[in-house]
């Protein structure tokens, strides 16, 4: 909608009301003129009436009447007079040369009236008067009138209008320029009085106003300054995202963190630092429960750095308190790598052999319950104890230390007989145990215990000299359906026994049923 200029309306009411004041005026002052030049006429005329009266009162009529024209004449000379005749016993009316003839018969006059002259009562005049003379003093006066009021109209037009423009109209314009540039953020200030006025009043307000703000804007900005830096300088992994997951803010320590710069990370998807494993488990929990919870607490996630390296974190949120309306989250993550790692070591050292970092007895049963039971139900499956034959006499002839360092080697030998996917461990003492799990056909797994017996028929080297043991070793073969792990490691405990009774330095088979043993 076009603006409409505060003067114009203003004009819409003044001028009306100047121009009906000025119209008043100027008719009064008309009416004035106007009356003075009735008052005029009718004492001139009147005058002159009362003079030529007397003289036409001492002539002798009939004898001179025309003498008496002649004197009634003189009054026709005055323009206010359009007819004069005298009345007299026994005399008519004649006609004179200039201006005009004796008489009224045939004129028109606005008003007749009849004069007695004085000195004879028996005679009178008979004048008729025209108001011309005073209807064009009534028009000068009206077309003056007229011309005036307008003229005054456009020269008060005129002033009012650079009047208000310069009282009231740059005041304001210099008051809006301000309130614009206060609106579209830029520098907060005072707006220039001109007058101590009502608008001036309206400024020192507006000012007072903007002082307030600019003091609100500084402890504003001093306070996000504050937040800010507590936000950077809080040793903990903070940032704010959106409901859809879009990172908007990032703190310095998780910026850090996550090895990416502050303006790689703010506007990305924080689904694309979690590691790909865990971001099921963003959705699923930890967006999940913030959308419905209104916050999410500790959920486990693995981030991805930019180097690559992966980091265990525990992701908690909320709804940012302070503008719940933009759907943001204050999100915090607590590094539990150290924590994690140091689990892993613990997990490891009470699962893992000190000495030659094979799995234990706890690590081969877990790997039994984990292993196997990731495999088909019915695919071919291999246990094998292994025990090392005279394994004593080293440690009665050498020591201890001669011994550690046999079974480290031999721990060697056994791996490099088996698979990279196949599990050894050892579990306890001289004995050790193999899982083999992609095996084609039984005589795969006789063929890898045959491989062992033969690798420790030769002779190991050691500080304190060559040691010659045997390993004797029990085989057991099926799958998870005939009775799991725990079946397949007693019947391989069974055949190891056999072999060892048959002379050790063998291996023994077991069968599906005792009858079915044999020994190599």
Known sequence: MPRRPLYRGFLAIQLPIFLLAVALGLQLLASWRVSIARDGYAARVGAQTARIG????????PAEQAQANRLLSLLLSDRGVLCVELVAPGLAPAAVAAPRRVGCRGETPDEIFNLALPDAPERSLRIGLS???????????????????LGAALLAAAAAGFAFRRAIGAPLRALLETIRASAEGGPIAPARKFADDEIGEVVD?????????????????????ALGSIYD?????????????????????????????????????????VAPSARGRLYREALARLHGDGFARDVPLEVQR??????????????????????????????????????????????????????NRAGFDEHLRAGLGAGRIDSLIAVMLVDLDDFKQVNDTWGHAAGDRLLIEAAR??????????????????????????LAVPADAEAIARDIVGRFAEGIALEEGVARIGASVGVALGSMREGGAGELLRRADQAMYLAKRDGKNRCAVAGSSPAGRRAA
């Open 54 to 61: 007397k003289l036409v009162a001492d002539l002798d009529l």
């Open 131 to 149: 108001r011309a003379e005073i209807a064009e003093v009534g028009r000068q006066w009206r077309d003056y009138t007229i011309g005036l009021s």
């Open 205 to 225: 307000a507006f000012n007072l106003m903007q002082q307030r703000q600019r003091q609100d804007r500084e402890a504003l900005a001093a306070a996000r300054d």
């Open 233 to 273: 300088e809080t040793p903990a992994l903070l940032f704010t995202m959106t409901f859809d997951g879009v990172v908007v803010g990032a703190g310095r320590f998780f910026v850090e963190a996550v090895g990416y710069r502050r303006d790689e990370i703010v506007g990305r998807s924080f689904a694309q630092v």
């Open 306 to 359: 930019r180097d690559g390296e992966i980091i265990d974190v525990l992701f908690s949120a909320e709804i940012d308190p302070s503008d719940p309306a933009r759907g943001r989250a204050v999100c915090v993550m607590t590094d539990v790598s150290a924590l994690r790692a140091a689990e892993r070591r613990l997990r490891e050292q009470a699962f893992t052999d000190a000495l030659t970092g094979l799995p």
């Open 413 to 438: 030998r056994i791996r490099d007989c088996v698979a990279p996917q196949d599990l050894v461990a050892r579990l306890g003492g001289d004995e050790f145990a193999i899982v083999c799990r992609q």
